[in-house]
Structure formats: C-alpha cells, structure tokens
C-alpha cells in the first residue's frame, strides 16, 4: 500500500485530510460495509486471474504434449 501512496506523493497530513473527509462523507457504519465489498472485489479479481493463469498453463502443457507426440511420429 506504501507504493501507492508515494505515487500520489502524499504525506501523512494530507493521508490524514482525506481519511476525515471519507469519514465524513460516509460515516463510521458504511465504512466497513465499504471496506467488505472492497475486499470481495479485490478476492473475486485475484480468483479470475489465477483461473487465467491456469489455463494458459493447462494450453501450454497440451501444446507440449502435442509437439512431443508428433516428434515421436515423425522418428
């Protein structure tokens, strides 16, 4: 998360500013409502990705079977 903050180039005051203000706007029952839907996105996206992930690695392995099986054809 440090990463993320530097790229904006924020201190701790302004981190703070922006905290109070969420707080504000939102109040203290909807921020943990918020942070749960966030945190279900952020599981549902890595999931997807690990799905793709896994598939391309499933193809790759087909495709390697493949070529060996043809090389053993061929000899």
């Known amino acids: 998360m440090v990463p993320f903050f530097l ?22 029952k909807k921020i943990p409502e918020l942070a749960r839907g966030l945190g279900k996105g952020i599981r ?13 690695k499933d193809s790759i392995k087909d495709t390697d079977v493949d070529s060996d099986l043809k090389k053993g054809n061929n000899s």
């Open 44 to 56: 549902y996206f890595k999931d997807v990705t690990s799905e793709v992930q896994d598939e391309i």
């Open 7 to 28: 790229f904006f180039n924020l201190g701790g005051g302004e981190i703070f500013i922006i905290l109070l203000i969420v707080l504000l706007l939102f109040g203290s």
